[in-house]
Structures are given as structure tokens and as C-alpha cells.
């Protein structure tokens, strides 16, 4: 499929609110499309496409961090998306608003009744709440749809429960996604998320070893969780808003000293500084793994080769 670049970020005008804060009278009575949305992937825009259909505003209803780090802080979660990203990807897919909830002891312990009555009644004002099949809240997972359907009755909003999409190998999850990139199968996780997999961040100060090998790079920093297989990337990098073609490194840099991972973008045909600007990165197409190489001549050659390939796959 053809590579579609992720959109712009959203206007001031879209509204991300957290606990407390009063939902703008243009988002009375929404729908609520509740879920962690990790990647904002053609499954998730199934449920959001749903939820559309009910003609009321949309406000999606959503956790940071990712309630799964709260409980298992020590097993390190590869985020697809991390909180500007998913705003970003939910309102370019018709989101209204985003209603973001910290998930933290307290919200681990607030019951499925308190969810209902404080979130979704009290707070946000529900007149539909959209959910996928496997959807649980509150406390030890107490509620799901069905409760959730009898408390609307009760409380007087709509409960629409939205089956799974499935893909070629079965559901699509974020799971999956995480999974391909894990393996270096960009194009299969971008088929799955429906848009290119993309970092933002800003380009920070690095080595200088690119510039003197005739790639100077634009670095960025990472999450520590990122699972994103090491090694060489076509990517198209966007500046200023406007995309360039480019070719990038993740990982250790076995040539120089086996580091922390970094991400290395070489920008095709640029000359700017890029220092502390904020860019986004979406990936393509892998090339190849990490390599060390017998010389720097042996690495320019290859790094030569890698840039071709690289125009080569984006052209196509």
C-alpha cells in the first residue's frame, strides 16, 4: 500500500482535557469512545467510525500512561504512541476532543459504579459510550459491556459494543503492531496501523561522526521501551511541515561504541541546522540490520548503498 504520512497536529481549537476540567458547551451530550488507543490503528478507527455515526460530538476517553505500566512498572511497554501522538492521529481521524486520564493508584481502585457515575455521567456527560468487545473498567476489571449497557439504562445513555477488525492474521491490535516492528516488518505494521509508524522529537547534539563520513545526522532520542528493531530505515522525516526523504539508523552504533540506542536520521538533500527543532520521523521500509565493518571505507560504502536503496523504496 502507499506510504500515508501522519497528519498534522491539531489545532488549538481541539481540546484535550484532563480530570476536572469542563468540557466545552460544543461537546455536550457526546459520544464517548473509551480505550487506550495505542497507535490509533485501522482497528481503532473501526470503533471511532462507529461511534461517528451517532451524529453527537465526539470525545474519545483515554489513559496516561498506559494502564499496564502502572501495573507491571517493571516490564519496559513498547508505546506505539506516546500522548501528542495519539491526539494528533485521533483528531485527524474525527475525534472532537480527547478527554485524558492519568491511571494511577486512584483510578486503579475506583469501582466500575464509580467509573460510570463520575467519569462518564458526572464528568463528561455521556448520551452514547462506545466500547470494543473485550472492553473491561473499574476495579479488578469488575465492569464490561453488559454492565456497562445496564448502567446506561440506569443512567440514561446508549452502550454501542464494537467487534474486533480483523486483518489478515487475525484481530488487528497494537500487540501485533508492536510485534512487527519488533522484526523489522515496517510495511506490515504500517498495513495494520493504516498510516506510517512515526516518532517526534527534538534533534539533540550527537557525535559529530556522521558529518565527518559525509552523513551528517539528525538524533533523536527514544523511549527506553521502544522495541523497534535495530538497524537501517528508509524514512521520510517532516520539518517545518514539510516531508523530506531520508534514510536512518536505530540502535547501538556497533562501528564506534556500542551505546545506548539512538535514533539517526541523515535528511536526503537538506543543509539546515536542525538542533533542537522538533521532528517527526515515519518509517518506510527496512534495509538491513546493524553491522560493524572491517573499515570506514568498508561503512561509507555500504552507508552509499543504503542511501540508494533508500530513494530507491521511497520513489516506489
Same mark, same amino acid.
Given at each position: 500500500?502507499?506510504?500515508?504520512?501522519?497528519?498534522?497536529?491539531?489545532?488549538?481549537?481541539?481540546?484535550?482535557?484532563?480530570?476536572?476540567?469542563?468540557?466545552?458547551?460544543?461537546?455536550?451530550?457526546?459520544?464517548?469512545?473509551?480505550?487506550?488507543?495505542?497507535?490509533?490503528?485501522?482497528?481503532?478507527?473501526?470503533?471511532?467510525?462507529?461511534?461517528?455515526?451517532?451524529?453527537?460530538?465526539?470525545?474519545?476517553?483515554?489513559?496516561?500512561?498506559?494502564?499496564?505500566?502502572?501495573?507491571?512498572?517493571?516490564?519496559?511497554?513498547?508505546?506505539?504512541?506516546?500522548?501528542?501522538?495519539?491526539?494528533?492521529?485521533?483528531?485527524?481521524?474525527?475525534?472532537?476532543?480527547?478527554?485524558?486520564?492519568?491511571?494511577?493508584?486512584?483510578?486503579?481502585?475506583?469501582?466500575?459504579?464509580?467509573?460510570?457515575?463520575?467519569?462518564?455521567?458526572?464528568?463528561?456527560?455521556?448520551?452514547?459510550?462506545?466500547?470494543?468487545?473485550?472492553?473491561?473498567?473499574?476495579?479488578?476489571?469488575?465492569?464490561? +459491556?453488559?454492565?456497562?449497557?445496564?448502567?446506561?439504562?440506569?443512567?440514561?445513555?446508549?452502550?454501542?459494543?464494537?467487534?474486533?477488525?480483523?486483518?489478515?492474521?487475525?484481530?488487528?491490535?497494537?500487540?501485533?503492531?508492536? +510485534?512487527?516492528?519488533?522484526?523489522?516488518?515496517?510495511?506490515?505494521?504500517?498495513?495494520?496501523?493504516?498510516?506510517?509508524?512515526?516518532?517526534?522529537?527534538?534533534?539533540?547534539?550527537?557525535?559529530?561522526?556522521?558529518?565527518?563520513?559525509?552523513?551528517?545526522?539528525?538524533?533523536?532520542?527514544?523511549?527506553?521501551?521502544?522495541?523497534?528493531?535495530?538497524?537501517?530505515?528508509?524514512?521520510?522525516?517532516?520539518?517545518?511541515?514539510?516531508?523530506?526523504?531520508?534514510?536512518?539508523?536505530?540502535?547501538?552504533?556497533?562501528?564506534?561504541?556500542?551505546?545506548?540506542?539512538?535514533?539517526?536520521?541523515?535528511?536526503?538533500?537538506?543543509?539546515?541546522?536542525?538542533?533542537?527543532?522538533?521532528?517527526?520521523?515515519?518509517?518506510?521500509?527496512?534495509?538491513?540490520?546493524?553491522?560493524?565493518?572491517?573499515?570506514?571505507?568498508?561503512?561509507?560504502?555500504?552507508?552509499?548503498?543504503?542511501?540508494?536503496?533508500?530513494?530507491?523504496?521511497?520513489?516506489?
Amino acid at each position: 500500500m502507499p506510504l500515508i504520512l501522519p497528519p498534522p497536529r491539531p489545532s488549538a481549537a481541539f481540546p484535550v482535557l484532563g480530570p476536572g476540567q469542563v468540557l466545552p458547551a460544543s461537546l455536550a451530550r457526546p459520544t464517548v469512545a473509551i480505550g487506550n488507543f495505542d497507535g490509533v490503528h485501522r482497528g481503532h478507527r473501526h470503533v471511532l467510525a462507529m461511534a461517528r455515526r451517532t451524529t453527537r460530538p465526539l470525545v474519545v476517553l483515554t489513559f496516561e500512561p498506559h494502564p499496564r505500566s502502572y501495573f507491571q512498572p517493571d516490564v519496559p511497554l513498547f508505546r506505539l504512541t506516546d500522548a501528542a501522538g495519539k491526539a494528533r492521529l485521533l483528531a485527524a481521524a474525527g475525534a472532537d476532543g480527547l478527554a485524558l486520564l492519568p491511571f494511577d493508584a486512584t483510578m486503579a481502585g475506583t469501582s466500575a459504579e464509580a467509573f460510570v457515575d463520575r467519569l462518564l455521567v458526572d464528568w463528561l456527560g455521556a448520551g452514547t459510550v462506545v466500547v470494543g468487545r473485550d472492553f473491561h473498567y473499574g476495579a479488578r476489571r469488575a465492569g464490561n +459491556a453488559e454492565t456497562l449497557r445496564q448502567a446506561g439504562e440506569a443512567r440514561g445513555f446508549a452502550v454501542i459494543e464494537v467487534a474486533a477488525l480483523d486483518g489478515p492474521d487475525g484481530p488487528i491490535s497494537s500487540s501485533a503492531i508492536r +510485534a512487527a516492528l519488533a522484526a523489522g516488518r515496517v510495511e506490515t505494521a504500517n498495513d495494520l496501523l493504516g498510516h506510517a509508524w512515526f516518532v517526534t522529537g527534538p534533534v539533540i547534539h550527537g557525535e559529530k561522526r556522521g558529518r565527518e563520513l559525509g552523513y551528517p545526522t539528525a538524533n533523536i532520542r527514544l523511549d527506553a521501551s521502544c522495541g523497534l528493531a535495530h538497524g537501517i530505515y528508509a524514512v521520510m522525516v517532516g520539518l517545518d511541515g514539510t516531508w523530506h526523504q531520508g534514510v536512518a539508523s536505530y540502535g547501538r552504533r556497533p562501528q564506534f561504541d556500542n551505546g545506548a540506542p539512538l535514533l539517526e536520521v541523515h535528511v536526503f538533500d537538506f543543509a539546515g541546522n536542525l538542533y533542537d527543532k522538533e521532528v517527526d520521523v515515519a518509517f518506510a521500509s527496512y534495509l538491513r540490520g546493524e553491522a560493524k565493518f572491517a573499515s570506514l571505507e568498508a561503512l561509507i560504502d555500504q552507508m552509499d548503498a543504503d542511501s540508494r536503496e533508500a530513494r530507491s523504496r521511497l520513489g516506489r
